[in-house]
């Protein structure tokens, strides 16, 4: 039997993965090594809200997410969702099973392809140059890497760089609807309410521009086809929010950590690497914390039973450091191979968006690896409180550019 990890010896006592304070100032990876070694699938109650099983091992995520008979998306795929209506249901392809999951995302995937996507490479580079050009000294590197999204969302959606700053709030709002920075004064519930509703207006609009001038892009694409309006809009909301809401994150909790460890000289003297740092960076980071499903029948997970209707959510962050697939998984390796991640995902719902994000991430590190020589912590770094995004709000750093 393997030996639990110091300091998990015990099971774990009273938690609450829904509480957005352990994954934003708390530490949800010491509870979910605790999880995986005792009660890999757990029921969370959720005050309110009946409660659903949080699933922290590898194995048993997988199952979940390539499982679509036995496990719904149909139902919502956040967490923020519990207990609520999915209105996409049916209509996007993230909140679709097979067989029409297939009849809308196909089309996109064909689009979005390592070979289709490898045209935008130019554009992105010089978009990333442009972005890293004036830093160096004390910087934010949050802020830093904000509008890195923008290197791939304005050649796919045609999203103008000066809305940017407007999308972003509201994509804050719809992620990490519990962090003070973005919640409204009546609550988490009416920020994520108001959140959905200024992303949808607004893509509505960038729907009904690109029927007045098209630009051959992805928004065009999904126009053209046999979807309703709305069915259109919510397409679009998938595609914006998945891309935004996490990618910049993940260079942010990657040269975290690299600093920790004073280990980023030896990261940057390895460009030839950076396929498999890139792959590294998103496991360690899983900056999709969870996805959600819905039981379709009862049926039995990790030796539990769970009844039709029980939600069902899969930790990505805990999976990607289960210690039986990753030896040591707390640590950050760039020689790391194989390297089975989840950070996107499995099964038919695998991100839509890996091939681009892949392409934007690795240009991303070239360039950082090429125009800085080192940094050094300048304060505290701050995560966000949610507990879908594993991010990063803030970040001071001392750049020292070559």
């Not at 909140?95 to 999951?101: E, G, Q, S």
């Amino acid at each position: 039997m393997r030996t639990p990890p110091c300091g998990h010896t015990r099971p774990p006592g009273r938690v609450d993965l829904a509480d957005p304070a352990l994954h934003g100032a708390g530490d949800p990876h010491a509870v979910w090594r605790a999880l995986r070694r005792w009660e890999p699938v757990r029921w969370q109650p959720v005050e309110g809200r009946s409660g659903f099983w949080a699933v922290t091992r590898h194995a048993d995520a997988r199952t979940v997410l390539a499982d679509h008979a036995r496990f719904t998306s149909t139902g919502g795929v956040m967490l923020n969702m519990l207990g609520r209506p999915e209105p996409a249901q049916n209509q996007q392809f993230a909140a679709t099973d097979p067989p029409r999951h297939g009849l809308i995302r196909g089309p996109l995937q064909r689009e979005m392809t390592t070979r289709a996507v490898a045209r935008h490479a130019p554009a992105i580079r010089s978009f990333v140059r442009e972005m890293l050009r004036p830093a160096g000294g004390v910087l934010d590197f949050a802020e830093l890497t904000a509008a890195l999204p923008l290197a791939f969302l304005g050649p796919l959606m045609g999203i103008p760089a000066a809305d940017w700053p407007a999308l972003a709030r509201w994509v804050s709002m719809s992620v990490a609807e519990h962090d003070p920075e973005v919640m409204l004064p009546d609550g988490p519930s009416a920020t994520l309410d108001r959140g959905h509703r200024e992303l949808f207006a607004y893509l509505l609009n960038l729907v009904l521009e690109h029927r007045r001038r098209p630009r051959g892009d992805l928004v065009d694409l999904l126009g053209s086809m046999p979807l309703r309006p709305g069915a259109v809009v919510a397409n679009c909301y998938s595609l914006l929010l998945g891309g935004s809401a996490a990618i910049p994150h993940v260079p942010r909790a990657a040269l975290a950590e690299l600093i920790r460890t004073g280990r980023y000289a030896h990261w940057a003297r390895r460009p030839e690497r950076v396929g498999r740092a890139v792959e590294e960076a998103l496991r360690f980071t899983s900056p999709a914390g969870h996805f959600m499903r819905l039981a379709t029948r009862d049926t039995t997970l990790g030796g539990v039973r769970v009844a039709a209707g029980d939600a069902v959510v899969v930790w990505l962050g805990s999976a990607n450091r289960d210690e039986s697939v990753f030896p040591d998984a707390d640590t950050l390796d760039m020689d790391r191979h194989p390297n089975r991640h989840l950070a996107f995902g499995d099964g038919r719902h695998y991100c839509l968006g890996a091939a681009v994000a892949r392409l934007t991430l690795r240009i991303f590190f070239e360039e950082l690896f090429a125009t800085f020589a080192s940094f050094e912590p300048a304060g505290e770094v701050e995560r966000v409180r949610s507990t879908w995004l594993g991010g990063i709000k803030r970040m001071p750093v001392v750049a020292g550019r070559r």
